[in-house]
């Protein structure tokens, strides 16, 4: 991991931009952290392009930081600078062909968009998170926040460092995620929102179901994809609060 | 308005029971309310029987008197020791005969059960908000919390003075009820238990669908209908806190 820009910003937020194995992130601080006092890490998830989703990401960070935590991001495979795949792209141009002719978008084109996505996202993350904890200042117990919620849910199954997700029902759920989600078991605060355009409501509330989870929330709120109200914002930080403290 | 007892609880809220032309009801108030200092006042929906539901009632009570607000509630038509309706009786014994023959709950069965209590318990709640509104000390705005839903939806369609609405997704929801829910504005917090063993999902979710206020959050959470968690019930407290404040 290697540190490319370094910047304090007003609030206190340190914000340091970082390259792992030619993957650029982001990982913002509170000047609190310390070796002596390491603070837990949330693991910003984003549909891919992080300066797209850079204004998004720096509230969920300031939040993050606000309640004591750290938070980082990393590029997914196939966005901002990163290579393109063939795959990814011929079933993102399918997609697209399937919404502008008002057709379903089939399972088998959710399936070659996503899965190949999570193979090669999820061990990236876990590289990201070893480079983290290994930071001075940064501890555990580690969050998941956001999308794409097949990785989260991924990574929510395989990474035992994760202890709690807030997950956004934003995305489209191949049946492979639904089958993994039988075997979550951490915490789980699940965002929808209600009238999210590029969104299959019904979808979104079988994977809840799904969840193998003791502990799983629901929170759904009027509005498309990008209007997730302020005090649900709140309630997913509280969730954390009660899980990463 | 009559009192018929009065005591100061160990946390100084006080409790007072009261009959309002025969209708029993309990008032509880937060020691710090007085005329020059009026509180908001949430009134605390139940599925009837005031004696059974005592226990949940007070729990609920306690919540809203520590978060400032006055908390009241009366009997429903029916419970308690109110006199039975035939119909009500009838519709009753048709729902256990359906339920324990495996059969589904049909919406003619729904509809005698639980629209009569709406037209008879909606004016007794107006009621006994026109005489908890007089009483010194308690102001507005108002929220209604809890269950029936039909209840809730009707007065929050109806009565103006209700500012804000937490409801409780734990009974059958007559086709006329969703018809209302398109025309209520109030913002709206609906609680959920996912595993309800008394409570159509679907029909929730369709209500929750249905409802016409332009802030609305679905708070689903795993579990029984007795099983709302502590932490869904601070969630509920914070909106009320938002509104009603």
Redesign the interface.
Known sequence: MRFTSEQRLDDGVLEREFTLDGIPGILWTPASASPSAPVPLILLGHPGGLERMYPRLLDRARQSVADGFAAATVELPGSGDRPRSAVTEQARADMRRAMAAGEPVGPEIVDRLVLPLVEQAVPEWRAALDALLALPGIGGPVGYSGGVIAIGTRLALVEPRIAAAVLFAGSFVPAATLEEARRVTVPLHVL?Q?DDEGNDRQAS?DL??AFG??????????GGHTGV?R??G??AA??FG?HLR
Request: net charge negative.
């Open positions: 929808l209600w509330l809840f179901d989870s003791a502990e799983k929330t629901l929170n759904a709120n009027l109200p005090f649900a709140e309630a509280q969730f009660r």
